[in-house]
């Protein structure tokens, strides 16, 4: 079956340290999305791609890193300079705007 | 620049009664309406969605929703709930000034009472 994957569930790290979260999908979609989701804040952008090796900066993209070398591919890094990474963290993917999203599982990450 | 106003940041219901949770949209072009239902720890799950054509659109799971240009509204609604129905339901929107980008909702938490 065809879907999006995120790895891991959850993720613990330690302040300070810069964590990457895997998000890879097999649908054959173009655009690919990252989400930061917080109690009651919904649904914030941190950073898109639309084609491979190309991608935009969302609403709160600092703190944050991806890459996108390969269209099944588009993993997000936490770095340090991320003051408040604790969260839930949504990868999705579109093939055209009229279908919407398709959304992996989530990763939640807790930092101590 | 688009943005998305859930009313109600919890509902709380009976099983068997109906709901609507409501959804309002601003945007200065033709838009895109999408509902989107999230259990605990989960992703999100598209219930529906609006492009175009008939304003009454039918999802799964027994949820309807409407689309009101004029009030610039896009409510779900559903005529009997269950407690699977317990919830978070995201409206979102789209539109070409956007590049199509979805913007969400702070969400709806729907509780599902016996």
């Known amino acids: 079956d065809g879907g999006i994957t995120q790895s891991p569930k959850y993720l613990f790290r330690k302040e300070g340290q810069n964590v990457t979260l895997s998000c890879e999908q097999n649908?054959?979609?173009?655009?690919m999305y990252w989400y930061r989701q917080d109690p009651g804040q919904g649904l914030r952008l941190i950073y898109y791609?639309?084609?491979?090796?190309?991608?935009q900066k969302g609403d709160i993209a600092e703190g944050y890193s991806v890459s996108r070398e390969k269209k099944e591919s588009f993993p997000l890094t936490v770095t340090s300079a991320q003051k408040n990474p604790t969260a839930f963290y949504l990868c999705?993917?579109?093939?055209?705007f009229g279908n919407g999203y398709t959304f992996g599982s989530g990763t939640r990450l807790t930092v101590v | 620049a688009q943005s998305v106003t859930q009313l109600d940041s919890q509902v709380p219901v009976f099983e068997e009664a109906p709901v609507e949770l409501r959804c309002n949209y601003s945007?200065?072009?033709?838009?895109?309406l999408f509902w989107y239902v999230q259990y605990p720890n989960q992703g999100l799950q598209l219930l529906l969605k609006?492009?175009?054509?008939?304003?009454l659109v039918k999802g799964i799971n027994g949820f309807e929703a409407e689309f009101n240009k004029s009030q610039t509204s896009f409510h779900l609604r559903k005529p009997s709930v269950h407690i699977s129905d317990t919830a978070e339901y995201f409206c979102?929107?789209?539109?070409?000034?956007?590049?199509?980008?979805?913007?969400f909702g702070k969400g709806t938490l729907l509780t599902v009472n016996p």
């Open positions: 649908l054959n979609h173009d655009a």
């Open positions: 791609s639309q084609i491979v090796n190309d991608f």
């Open positions: 945007s200065s072009v033709s838009v895109y």
């Open positions: 609006y492009l175009s054509g008939s304003t």
């Open positions: 999705a993917s579109s093939i055209d």
């Open positions: 979102a929107v789209s539109d070409k000034g956007s590049n199509y980008k979805l913007t």
